[in-house]
């Protein structure tokens, strides 16, 4: 009897836990935690912590297949990060998959990493898989992101100049794709965060 009830304690006490706010969590966005698509925490010993000041758009530079398993991508994004790259962990904080859906990648208290010259120390990093030089990114991406960016401008009181992408910080990267920075350029991106946020403060 006393073991039953001390089993149903633990699992009400793991159970408390899984339900705890991730580190990347925001309000208004569902966010796979990386615990759910099996990632592995960083070690907060090397990491370098951060206060988020800018918002920074990627892409992955690499062709993404229709029906490629994204769960399998992180995964295989978490392992090449630190095996190869010897980094602290995926480089982004935020994975967008070809239906708009986002994931968690670095924990938004560390800063991220790059191949580039930029310092990006501040920057909360989005990524949307694929590679926009030679593909046009899709309406659930552009939701996803703009939907994002909203969230992250909220939560860190952000002004909407702080929105940008890699290449306007390093003259050696194309990234995001000119497809996709299209978007950026245009002001697309800003005028659907100004929309967000003028309805969450209604
Ligand atoms: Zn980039």
Redesign the pocket.
Known sequence: MRRIVYSLLLSAALMSQSAAAAPNDLPGVSVMSVEQWGGTPADPAKARRQTISHI?L??Q?ETYPVGKDPIAYLRNLQTWSRNTKHWLDIPYHYIIDLDGKVYAGRDIGYAGD?N?EYDPVGHA?I?VVGNFEEVEPNAAQLKAVADLMAALALKYHLPLDAIA???DY?AQ?V??GEHLYAYLQDGYFKREVALRLARSTR
């Open positions: 920074t990627h892409h530079g790059t580039t990093l990524e992408s890699h290449k390093s990267t990234c995001p």
